[in-house]
């Protein structure tokens, strides 16, 4: 095959050719070809990841799988047309960022660590941890309620405003002063402030025994110390 | 030249594209008259979808300040229908219409097919936008290639496949000092002798299932027409099948006999 110089690319004048590759009508045959699919955005339930950028995938109806550069072969959707590939790659991606978001680095094998760099690629994970909501049960008592519960004490000693509309649960509004409660907390993962809370229920004072009971149940338990001096047992 | 006839051809999707002179009547594009054309074809074509993109325009208002997005223009694209097995996908956008034939189960139903179809889309089409005539035509072929692992499986992690016992097209690296091709990407453009338009082919390496061990190449063929005349349809078919025919060579060509056998080839005597 005899290549054309650069420099001496025939042009047609008549019918204005330009054979240069990079002249080609590149986006229309992107928006021609059926199989393009992009991804803009990727949300399961309330799960919305924020995407670093858009990908595009391409949809082979004949082996019904979506693949996209950089993130296939680890992770392919699969689906009769390309928009049921295009929600099962959704749901791959939703699944193995849900089992690697909470391991720690420690915890992951080397395959792990590669579907998160793959995955880290297109969604921008460190913005995704730190703008989703934590949840955590959490035990207190009412501190005020002039005549509506307001603040709130924690069992750690910290208390906390926390206003009738940040509770979803409508029972809260009936809440008297020093009622126990157990509570589903949503928190802002930086902050840790209060965001809403998502569940509560009423619990019963909790009851601690009386220190000779306690000092009884001690000893009953016993202590590594007993245990030598009982056990038969010689490595 | 004798028609090269395979079994499983590579083929996994073809379109041909006609460009238009626009009516000296035209309206703004807006999408309205080809939902219309979209809508009366909806017995064929069940499934909708309009296409829309958005236009940003980035202006710096004084020396030293961030650029601020000024304007957002949301502009109607396409219309883009579909048959209900997803196989037939019609395309019609400003000046221009699509005709997309996707590989599914079974057979490719082939060129001809294709052909008629495209211009029986063509004639709905010039009846609805009068266009004053078609400018060029296009031809795109989208192929897969599967090159399937050395066989030897005790030492298959030592296998190397090498591309150019397949292709014609690719050119090896030596081993020295690049070391192994992990993925490939590359164009040409070639000047068709005939009519001296430009094909353009370009092959890249895509990835695999995850279950599978193979090599997986994508071949795209595009050819552009402007010089086939547009009189009629019959004078049409007869443009793009030459055209057709010029691209079915270069595939031979661009294959070796090894790669060949993957399409299990019929014997056409």
Known sequence: ?235 | MTELKLGKPPVVESWIAFDFEPSPNKVEWNGELANKLADSLSDRFPQKEDRWRTEFSIEILKAGQQPVSKKTKNIFDSVRIQNEESTRIFQIADDRIVCNQLKADGDWPGFDNLLDESLDLLTQYSQFFCPSGIKCAELHYVDIVEIPPPENDVSAQDEVVELDDYFELVRELPQTPFGLIASYKTEYVVICPQDKEPLVISLQTIPPPPEKNAIRIRLDWNKKCRKIDFSSHDTIREGLQKNHSFMAECFRASFTDKALELFEPEDSG
């Open chain 1, 1 to 235: 095959m005899t290549f054309v110089i650069a420099l001496e690319y025939p042009c047609d004048v008549a019918h204005n050719i330009d054979y240069s590759p990079f002249n080609q009508r590149r986006r229309q045959c992107e928006v021609t070809d059926a199989m393009q699919t992009p991804i803009t955005n990727i949300s399961i339930g309330d799960t919305r990841y924020p995407m670093r950028q858009a990908c595009v995938g391409t949809y082979f109806r004949a082996l019904e799988e979506l693949s996209v550069q950089g993130v296939s072969p680890h992770i392919v959707g699969k689906g009769k047309s390309a928009e049921e590939a295009s929600n099962d790659f959704c749901l791959k991606v939703h699944a193995t960022l849900q089992s690697l978001i909470n391991k720690r680095p420690f915890e992951m094998t080397d395959e792990d660590q590669l579907k998160l760099d793959v995955i880290s690629q297109f969604i921008d994970v460190t913005v995704y941890q730190n703008t989703t909501p934590i949840k955590v049960r959490q035990f207190g008592r009412i501190r005020r309620a002039r005549p509506y519960p307001e603040s709130v004490a924690w069992d750690d000693g910290r208390v906390e405003q926390v206003p009738i509309d940040k509770v979803e649960d409508s029972d809260y509004v009936t809440y008297r002063s020093g009622q126990p409660f157990e509570a589903v907390v949503q928190r802002d993962p930086i902050t840790f402030e209060l965001i809403r809370i998502v569940s509560i229920e009423r619990r019963h004072e909790s009851h601690r025994m009386p220190a000779e009971e306690e000092s009884q149940l001690l000893d009953e338990i016993g202590s590594l110390k007993n245990l030598r001096q009982n056990t038969e047992w010689t490595p």
